[in-house]
């Protein structure tokens, strides 16, 4: 273990509430390590600013992706080491950092073998993201998938949410870009890292250390469309099809004429007009594997 001053913060209700159960395990796993226990995004960011402010440096994030991005915008700026247990319904980041069991006691193991790494963040608007971000179809699907579906299917929830709303009238997404290019969509993907709802590398020149927001700019949205991206997406040649646009940029604003939601790191966070910024090496992490 890194000689820091450690610490978890631990979310109950993560994984739809059944993370709850792996709490005793994880207690004998810890040892003197104290764990804080926290459930709600914003509870999340106050607890991590508060114990970062009790002198702890080295914060281990027992939960999904929504309590990652809770810990990252609680500690801002501080000179932290974070490391993730990934107990949530959605483990993103953790996959893009190598720890992919979904055992706990093998997790643990991983991260006292992993070593540091220092990543960027996205600001979008007044919040940070370490991962991914999506505006309109995506975001829509997060705000229709409700905790009971979530406790009861897992993930699966997600794509029985967003089989819903792709049938609604999709919305006119406007991007402008730092060098004045500007483009449309329906709907928009921004990575940090190659990863996207699991094991699926949507981003594939995507790095979280190369200063660069990497964006999937999708132009349409029917069944047939959403079929052919997916299509693409398992095949590996997404970035191909003529009507997705794969960019590259520092900074993004997205605009709407009517407010479009928008999700970062897999919960909602407002809406359009939403303007992304790479903020570089902003954070330090414990990677596996390189």
């Known amino acids: 273990m890194d000689k820091r001053n450690v610490c978890i913060i631990f979310n109950p209700a993560a994984r739809g509430g059944k993370a709850l159960s ?13 764990i804080f226990t926290s459930e709600e995004a914003d509870a999340i960011t106050e607890l991590a600013a508060s114990v970062v402010k009790q002198g702890y440096d080295h914060l281990i994030a027992a939960g999904g992706d929504g309590t990652v991005n809770g810990i990252i915008n609680g500690t ?9 247990l990934p107990i949530g319904t959605m483990n993103v980041f953790a996959y893009e950092l190598g720890i992919r069991s979904s055992q706990l006691k093998k997790c643990w193991e991983l991260i006292q073998q992993g070593q540091p790494k220092t ?12 991962q991914l971000a999506g505006i309109g179809l995506d975001a829509l699907a997060v705000q229709a998938t409700d ?6 299917i897992g993930p699966v929830s997600y794509l029985l ?10 919305p006119e997404l406007r991007l ?11 709907f928009v993907l921004i990575g940090n890292g190659r990863f996207y709802g699991g094991p ?11 200063g660069l927001l990497d964006l999937l700019i999708f132009k349409h949205q029917s069944y047939v469309d959403i079929f052919r991206y997916l299509q693409g997406v398992l095949m590996g040649n997404h970035t191909d099809l003529p009507d997705i646009e794969y960019r590259q940029v520092t900074s993004a604003q997205v605009l709407s004429d009517q407010p479009v939601p928008v999700e970062l790191d897999g919960d909602i966070a407002g809406s359009t007009p939403v303007h992304f910024e790479i903020a570089p090496k902003k954070l330090q992490v414990i990677t596996v594997g390189g």
């Open 22 to 34: 792996l709490y005793a395990e994880l207690k004998a796993l810890a040892g003197d390590v104290p």
């Open 76 to 84: 801002g700026t501080a000179d932290v080491l974070l490391s993730v």
């Open 119 to 130: 990543v960027d963040l996205v600001l979008a608007n007044q919040s940070y993201f370490v």
């Open 147 to 152: 905790l009971q579906m979530r406790k009861t």
């Open 161 to 170: 949410s967003a089989a819903k709303v792709i049938g609604r009238p999709a």
């Open 176 to 186: 402008r870009f730092e060098d004045g290019f500007e483009t449309a969509g329906c």
């Open 200 to 210: 699926f590398s949507l981003f594939r020149h995507a790095k979280n250390d190369d």
